[in-house]
């Protein structure tokens, strides 16, 4: 990250010389408003807003330079962002100049009073580890999805598609009206694209600010002009609409504050369907201002509404989860924010062993249906042998499991496939189940192995033997102890104490024991 800083310090430091006439910014002094600006919690130089500029100022009483060398470094940083475009952020270029230019870096002020909904928002925050000194959790793994479904369902919205045709409209270039502080349209071009558009004057205004938080359009201090989205949505580029949805999603919910981000973020750490009274509860009342005295959950789902008109959450009865649009959107703030947030490659270019562990350490949003839709994409008798090897693992028995019960419900022959299995020592006992063979004590090595696989689910859960087990057992006992005892199996050792205290009956019990003492004495042997 020091690297980072420092490059970017050189560049503008060579965009200065470059000026007619050329400026000199003092070195240290944006070096220090650079690393300032690290330490506050953004990670990307090029990402300025109001908010940081008031947070910056606080720290100038650790300057060792002159306040007065500060200032114009600062300025000259923003004009470097703004003239070469690479401001990050969607702030108003003019509103954050007037804000340095304003900025008291003479006095020691105390910081603000946080807002409520931020005090509710930083345990959370601290958990995604994007909060000032939060111990992030790992994040569950999330699914990618493709680029061009993302670019579909982003096409979908209304609201992104009414501001694509502003920046069409708008693409010859515009000035910004001077008479406002703020980044607006003159009033006569925006009665023009108003009749253009067939649209209210208010809708435009509306739809401008959507257009720059899209990056479809970007501001100097002066001009409109196209944005980095813009360019790259008219390329074709794989994901460049869905990039213009994420950028614009809170401006096109029209919300205040945190809240929109507070309860998506919710739905997507949760990973499941969610009911406004889960939010609520995560959060606190506060979560959605002013609604304190109101009713707190009404006013949750009426968020959940928005941003599933939007296309960010989908509803179910009365419960929500995030979107592919949704987690995109997260993916992006969180990492911009300095979250790790691994993800899954999409459901066509993960392998068997990836399909399986997302099983296994994903959200339920991303694992319903999740061998399936691999399966389907891939030719069936190929997808059912790469999943079948990836559960060959000795500690893998929820694996086998799983694509057991997956393999029985496929309408294809697997019967080639399977019987090359019957003799492997850990997926025989399960490739014979499913060729439906004839039940068999468990007196064999892959048939044992299968067992133990079944009684290690049980004991995850911390669940007795089937009791009916013993009476099935009961003639052949010894068979079966001794089979279980070589197996090597990571539960049987386990199972044999078990056993040993008669969890499948007397007879079973005996013999276990009786494997378990000459086992005792064969240590004693070998430590003799």
Do not use: K, N
């Not at 945190?258 to 990973?271: K, N, Q, R």
């Not at 987690?327 to 062993?353: I, N």
């Not at 019957?422 to 004590?441: C, D, S």
Request: hydrophobic share 45%; aromatic share 6%; glycine share 8%.
């Amino acid at each position: 990250m020091t690297e980072r800083i420092f490059s970017a310090v050189h560049d503008c430091l060579d965009w200065a010389r470059a000026l007619d006439p050329p400026l000199a910014p003092d070195p240290d002094a944006l070096l220090f408003v650079l690393t300032a600006h690290l330490d506050a919690g953004s990670p990307d130089p090029a990402d300025w807003s109001v908010s940081d500029v008031d947070d910056i100022a606080r720290t100038v009483q650790h300057w060792t330079g002159l306040a007065g060398d500060l200032r114009p470094a600062w300025l000259a940083w923003c004009d470097f962002l703004v003239d070469t475009g690479r401001l990050v952020c969607a702030e108003s270029p003019r509103r954050l100049r007037a804000a340095i230019a304003a900025a008291d870096l003479e006095s020691d002020r105390p910081a603000p009073r946080r807002d409520p909904v931020e005090e509710g928002a930083l345990p959370l925050l601290h958990r995604l580890g994007a909060g000032e000194d939060g111990e992030p959790e790992p994040l569950r793994p999330v699914l990618r999805a493709r680029p061009g479904d993302l670019d579909a369902a982003a096409r979908s919205c209304a609201v992104l598609a009414d501001a694509a045709r502003l920046t069409v409209w708008a693409d010859h270039g515009l000035r910004l009206d001077p008479d406002r502080e703020d980044d607006a349209l003159t009033p006569a071009d925006t009665e023009r694209a108003a009749a253009a558009l067939d649209l209210d004057p208010a809708r435009v205004r509306e739809l401008f600010a959507i257009a720059r938080d899209a990056g479809l359009l970007r501001t100097t201090y002066t001009r409109v002009l196209p944005g980095p989205t813009a360019r790259a949505w008219a390329d074709g580029e794989p994901g460049a609409v869905a990039d213009a949805w994420a950028g614009a999603l809170l401006a096109m919910t029209r919300l205040r504050g945190m809240t929109a981000f507070l309860v998506l973020t919710d739905l997507f750490v949760c990973g499941d369907l969610r009911t406004p009274a889960e939010v609520v509860d995560a959060y606190g009342p506060a979560v959605v201002p002013g609604a304190r005295d109101a009713d707190p959950e009404q006013a949750v789902r009426c968020v959940l509404e928005t941003l599933a008109e939007l296309g960010a959450v989908a509803r179910e009865d009365h419960r929500y989860r995030t979107t592919p649009l949704g987690d995109h959107f997260m993916v992006g703030r969180l990492r911009h924010s300095g979250a790790h947030v691994p993800l899954a490659p999409t459901v066509g270019a993960m392998s068997a062993d990836e399909a399986l562990t997302l099983l296994e350490e994903g959200r339920p949003v991303d694992t319903a249906g999740l061998l399936e839709r691999w399966t389907a994409e891939r030719d069936t008798t190929t997808a059912a042998r790469q999943l079948w090897e990836a559960g060959a693992a000795p500690e893998a028995w929820r694996r086998r499991t799983r694509v057991a019960a997956h393999l029985s419900v496929l309408e294809a022959d697997l019967f080639p496939m399977l019987s090359l299995y019957t003799h492997h020592p850990v997926l025989g006992g399960w490739a014979r189940r499913l060729l439906g063979a004839a039940p068999e004590p468990p007196t064999s090595h892959q048939t044992a192995w299968a067992v133990l696989d079944d009684y290690a689910l049980l004991l995850d859960a911390d669940l007795p033997l089937p009791a009916g087990d013993g009476e099935r057992y009961a003639p052949h006992a010894d068979g079966f102890v001794q089979a279980v005892w070589l197996t090597g199996h990571p539960v049987a050792d386990a199972v044999l104490a078990r056993c040993a205290e008669g969890a499948l009956g007397p007879e079973v019990a005996g013999a276990a024991r009786s494997v378990l003492e000459h086992e005792l004495v064969g240590q004693q042997v070998d430590a003799g």
